[in-house]
């Protein structure tokens, strides 16, 4: 009974579980409270009634100090409910309220006492049996009802039996054996109310214990429950961060872009694809250590730059992006963006002691007007920024429709390529270059041509390029060799004077063992490695392969192949690599012939002048009429090419064309 109210209290923390069983007993002394009152009243009553009618003077000051008792000790019980409900309180402090019951408590005891003492004097039998009983009765729901306090419910219990059995043998000694029972009773009842207390006790206890161990639980549960929570939400951010910048990755921008973007919403968003300029060449050149703090202050700098409603996530290698949240201004925002971005990646880098540069190239796509699938969306801005690489870098380009079909050409173009060279869809064309003062041919020039069956004639400055994006270039670049060395053994017949120029890129150059290769082609189509010019751009002085070209330059001249920087002066040769390289001479681009009138004269005259004082052969290409012909004559140019002089055959030319 005791244990299933033993909630009072609910809101209490008690400090330790003493205190809180102490709280719990005082509440359940309390809550029996009221039924306590209303067996004594009842009895009072009862007793009232039988003594009324033998006429005993004192029971109303004895009814009226028992009605005073009970009220005053249900005000009591009334005020602690109230305490006991004010959830204020941090703990509830019940000594005072203890004492209190038990004042009331051991007041009633005496107040009984004080009856017997009345009615074995004055009353009849019948009387002072009944006020034995209800004492008995009383003493015995005692040990029960006052179970929840040890001292003062054995206290009330000698008051109603021990005093009750001295007074009977002092006030009426012929009873004695009321005295005797009456001490047998207190012995009985206070045994019981001991044990009553130790099980209420016991049980309080445990109740407080499982309680504690379920909290302990919750806890323990609620603190694994905060680890899962925890590591879910790291596991979280390293699948959508990147480890080096800190950036969100691609999972972590998609989740951003599913979040943020709606293809329903009429604004715009615009994505900025960042691919950095010359960041290979640092990593190659510096190692990936410089490449990685590159990259890391490379995206701080990004992040100053990009707005709160934009996220920038590094999308792999040196590739970042930046999305904009939808709205109005887009592609002005967008614009300005694009300016600081690559402003801010040009500012030079400072890492251990050396000012690095890199620059940035931006493709922009706007969202969901160039494509609503954000995969698609970010190709675009990707195609955009592979076009910025191709027109130079550094800047900043739109997407446009062509783009996407100019890929997808050169996607088909690359895997038709392959083939082209298996099923000799190539030929060769020859162009001459001619020696202005006699009209011979020195040289024929060597240019490949590829006639696709469907989509007809390919320019080869297209396919030469996706040959060299392909790494298709070395098997091409053989072929060409191969097929020309033979086929001109024929014409050396004609005239064995006659030499042949051989495109080369960069690539092949740079492609294992190219020189070995270009030696066995020639021993296999007994081709004279004196009659061979090999024609490399300038992009031969590169940084990053000077050891490696230098070293296949070299050997190749040492075997008497001559080799010519090809479209001189349209790249970058500063003039110790040109003397420190063993290359024979220079073929002045022909944008230089066409703007003879202005300052391509200037040019040609100071490449000559550098050609003649480091020993080195001119031919000046594009020539294209006769007043280009006579002025380039005047300035002492001997060899010439162009379509003045002879255009690009099938059908090789030993004779110029010019009358
Ligand atoms: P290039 O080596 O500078 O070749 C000369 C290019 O200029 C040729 O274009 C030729 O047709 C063109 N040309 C010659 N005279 C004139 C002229 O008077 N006016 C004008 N406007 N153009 C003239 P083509 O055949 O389209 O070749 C373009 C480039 O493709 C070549 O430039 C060369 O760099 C490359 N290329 C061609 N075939 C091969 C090859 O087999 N291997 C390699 N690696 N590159 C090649
Ligand atoms: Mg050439
Ligand atoms: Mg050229």
């Known amino acids: 009974m005791f244990t299933q109210k033993a909630q009072a209290f609910p809101n209490r923390r008690a400090t330790d579980q003493h205190t809180l069983v102490e709280m719990q007993l005082a509440a359940l002394a309390y809550q029996n409270l009221p039924a306590m009152l209303g067996v004594n009243i009842a009895a009072t009553l009862g007793v009232a009634f039988l003594l009324y009618a033998d006429g005993v003077s004192y029971l109303p000051v004895w009814l009226a100090l028992v009605f005073v008792l009970s009220g005053l000790r249900l005000l009591c019980w009334f005020f602690f409910q109230r305490y006991c409900a004010n959830e204020s309180r941090e703990q509830a402090k019940v000594g005072g309220w203890v004492l209190l019951y038990t004042l009331g408590l051991h007041s009633a005891a005496l107040i009984w006492v004080a009856m017997v003492f009345i009615t074995f004097q004055l009353a009849t039998s ?75 006790l016991k049980s309080l206890t445990l109740q407080m214990e499982n309680k504690q161990l379920i909290n302990n639980l919750q806890h323990l549960n609620a603190e694994l429950e905060l680890r899962v929570q925890q590591r879910t939400s790291a596991l979280e951010r390293i699948a959508h961060n990147d480890a080096l910048t800190g950036l969100p990755n691609r999972l972590g921008l998609i989740d951003w872009m599913e979040k943020k973007l709606h293809a329903d919403n009429p604004q715009e968003a615009a994505i900025l694809f960042l691919d950095l300029d010359r960041f290979k060449q640092i990593n190659d050149a ?48 967008a614009e ?59 800047n900043s380009l739109i997407y446009n429709d062509i ?21 000799n869809e190539l030929t060769l064309a020859y162009q001459p270059i001619v020696n202005a003062l006699t009209n011979e041919v020195e040289t024929l020039e060597v240019l490949s041509r590829w006639h696709h069956p469907s989509l007809g004639v390919i320019d080869p400055c297209e396919f030469i390029y996706l040959a060299e994006e392909t790494d298709r270039i070395v098997a091409l670049g053989d072929w060409v060799l191969y097929q020309s060395c033979s086929k001109a053994r024929e014409w050396r017949r004609q005239d064995s004077a ?13 492609a294992q063992n190219f020189s070995g290769r270009v030696i066995s082609i020639l021993q296999e189509t007994a081709f004279p490695p004196d009659a061979l010019i090999l024609e490399v751009t300038e992009s031969l002085f590169g940084e990053a392969h000077l050891d490696t070209t230098l070293v296949t330059v070299t050997q190749l001249r040492s075997f008497g192949v001559e080799v010519y920087i090809d479209d001189f002066g349209t790249g970058y040769s500063s003039l110790s690599r040109l003397h420190e390289f063993p290359v024979t001479g220079i073929k002045i681009d022909r944008s230089f012939t066409a703007q003879l009138d202005k300052q391509g004269l200037v040019i040609i005259e100071s490449a000559m002048l550098i050609a003649q004082k480091m020993g080195l052969k001119v031919v000046v290409e594009g020539v294209e009429s006769a007043a280009q012909f006579d002025k380039l004559l005047k300035l002492g140019i001997v060899s010439m090419q162009g379509y003045y002089l002879g255009r690009p055959s099938p059908v090789p030319a030993i004779r110029s064309s010019k009358q």
């Open 336 to 394: 300005t963006l694009a300016r600081q971005l690559i402003d801010a990646a040009i500012a030079p880098l400072c890492i251990r002691d050396e000012s690095l540069g890199v620059g940035l190239s931006v493709g922009m796509a706007y969202f969901p007007t160039d494509a609503i699938n954000f995969q698609d969306i970010i190709h675009a801005a990707d195609l955009t920024v592979a076009e910025v690489k191709r027109s130079g870098r550094g």
């Open 498 to 510: 006659i030499k042949l120029a051989i495109n080369v890129s960069i690539k092949q150059l740079l």
């Open 126 to 200: 019948e009387a002072k049996f009944t006020v034995i009983v209800i004492i008995s009765a009383l003493a015995g729901g005692a040990t029960g009802i006052t179970a929840p306090l040890k001292y003062a419910g054995r206290i009330y219990i000698t008051i109603l039996l021990l005093f009750t059995s001295v007074i009977i043998y002092w006030v009426a000694s012929e009873h004695w054996v009321f005295s005797v029972l009456g001490l047998v009773f207190w012995v009985a009842m206070i045994i019981s109310h001991r044990n009553n207390h130790y099980v209420l």
């Open 286 to 333: 510096l190692g990936h250590e410089v490449g990685d703090q590159v990259l890391r202050m490379i995206a701080y700098r990004f992040n100053e730059v990009c707005p709160d409603d934009a996220i920038l996530a590094r999308w792999g290698g040196d590739e970042f992006l930046l999305v904009t949240a939808q709205a109005d201004n887009t592609r002005e925002r």
């Open 403 to 423: 783009y996407a079909e100019t890929q997808k050409r050169r996607f088909d173009l690359g895997r038709a390529l392959s083939d082209a060279i298996k099923q």
